[in-house]
């Protein structure tokens, strides 16, 4: 098993900068790709962005491509969310996820283990 512990969240005004960490422990988690997902109030799960198990590679949902950068510390088995220009619509829970594939993929069904989520909330 791995655990996933997101933190970093928290209330910021719309125009600052945020940046969330996702921290893995138990099973070897540098061999696994690390993502970000986010869920708006009444709304589905939506995927951000993953980094592959190397850190060599990162995919981006259009909804944040060009304000947020995914990255990962392989010594210290965490994840980064570096996200600028926060707007209100980014308000949410902020969820980390760790797949076993070797495919870029934005599909919640090929994350194996997530965290309990960390809230961001962006005001006007």
């Known amino acids: 098993q791995m655990q996933l512990e997101e933190s970093g969240g928290g209330l910021v005004r719309a125009g600052e900068s945020l940046r969330l960490s996702c921290a893995a422990s138990?099973?070897?988690?540098?061999?696994?790709?690390m993502a970000w997902f986010r869920q708006a109030p009444g709304a589905a799960r939506e995927f951000i962005a993953q980094?592959?198990?190397?850190?060599?590679?990162?995919y981006y949902a259009d909804s944040m491509k060009g304000r947020c950068t995914i990255s990962r510390d392989g010594g210290k088995n965490t994840a980064y969310l570096q996200m600028e220009s926060l707007k209100v619509e980014d308000t949410g829970v902020y969820y980390c996820?760790?797949?076993?594939?070797?495919?870029?993929?934005?599909?919640?069904?090929?994350?194996?283990?997530w965290g309990q989520g960390t809230q961001v909330t962006v005001s006007s």
């Open positions: 980094i592959s198990a190397g850190g060599l590679t990162q």
């Open positions: 138990g099973r070897a988690a540098g061999i696994y790709n």
């Open positions: 996820a760790a797949g076993s594939t070797y495919f870029q993929t934005s599909r919640e069904k090929d994350y194996d283990f």
